[in-house]
């Protein structure tokens, strides 16, 4: 099966809309399969569709530093999304050509994080429900949101993201934490060049995406370009993503 590969930068405003654009669209039929990776630039954070804006993250830090943040049609959690250290995923598919059941999704998909982490010679592993560790601390994360017949799943590989700031714009529960046995983020994430003693670089890390998800779904891809009808429906539901209805309704 041949995938389409869409490879591209925006703000966290613009790269939600076009995930959200091609769920709507790829549930019409309108747009193949597709694996898009992105980076947000400036850097940003999106948080979850069913979280609390002042419970997931630190407005005051996100403010003094004119940060960008938005929430997402996805579940899961608040993530930084540093341009200069992290790469996103989205995965919009055929329930069909994926799993049906929710659970054996998340794997599937993710173990093309875990393949692509293991071409630096690093042991990854999958834990349910949507993370992939190494040596026991997150290094990426997914979230998922569903049509009737189409999935889109999207997350994050952080390679050389600043955990200093991850720290100061993302809140975790103290029960979280305690459950966790640990006092604060910075001991539960790691990144590639944490664990590797060197910066990977963005190109090489975009490659064993590439390769860790041909594997993981066993497809081959045709590089391609959003379409016009796309960057159209994107650009009308950026000013939602934008919008203070949308980003402080919970």
């Known amino acids: 099966m041949i995938w389409r590969l869409v490879i591209g930068e925006g703000s966290i405003y613009w790269n939600m809309a076009v995930d959200e654009a091609m769920l709507v669209l790829h549930e019409k039929g309108l747009i193949p399969n597709t694996l898009r990776i992105y980076t947000m630039k400036p850097s940003g954070v999106t948080f979850g569709y069913f979280q609390r804006v002042y419970d997931a993250i630190n407005l ?56 692509a982490i293991e071409e630096f010679g690093l042991k990854a592993e999958y834990k349910p429900i949507n993370d992939v560790l190494v040596n026991g601390k997150k290094i990426s994360g997914s979230a998922q949101a569903r049509k009737k017949h189409s999935l889109l799943q999207h997350g994050t590989l952080m390679y050389d993201t600043d955990l200093n700031t991850l720290s100061n714009v993302i809140k975790i529960p103290k029960e979280k934490m305690l459950a966790h046995g640990i006092k604060s983020i910075r001991e539960r994430v790691t990144t590639l060049s944490l664990e590797l003693g060197y910066n990977p670089g963005y190109r090489r890390v975009v490659s064993a995406l590439i390769n860790g998800f041909k594997k993981a779904l066993n497809i081959e891809f045709e590089r391609g370009e959003l379409t016009p009808m796309e960057i159209m429906y994107a650009r009308k539901l950026v000013k939602k993503y934008r919008s203070k209805e949308w980003i402080f309704k919970r």
């Open 60 to 115: 005051e830090f996100l403010r003094s530093r004119n940060m960008n943040y938005t929430r997402r049609i996805t579940g899961g959690g608040a993530v930084y999304h540093d341009m200069d250290g992290e790469i996103t995923y989205s995965v919009v598919a055929r329930i069909d050509n994926i799993s049906w059941d929710i659970l054996e999704s998340y794997k599937i998909i993710c173990q093309g994080i875990v393949y």
